[in-house]
């Protein structure tokens, strides 16, 4: 992949790229651990990462709930 190709993606790009909405990329970001980076309030993607991520079924795998007792 040459450099140009795995640009940092914002949120609203990373939507597109996937196809799904902002609150299931919040989502996945939160529950699954979807790659992101914060560069100061924005979240920023690279499509590598997200590719390989999806690959692995990060996007699949259940929550884990941690028991608090």
């Not at 795995?6 to 299931?24: F, H, N, P, Q």
């Not at 651990?33 to 079924?57: C, N, Q, T, Y």
Request: glycine share 6%; proline share 1%.
């Amino acid at each position: 992949m040459n450099e140009m190709s795995d640009r940092w993606l914002s949120a609203k790009e990373i939507c597109s790229y996937m196809g799904v909405s902002s609150d299931t990329v919040y989502r996945w970001v939160e529950t699954h651990e979807m790659p992101v980076h914060r560069m100061g309030r924005l979240f920023k993607f690279k499509i590598s990462e997200i590719d390989a991520w999806v690959k692995a079924g990060g996007a699949s795998r259940k929550q884990q709930k941690v028991d608090s007792k």
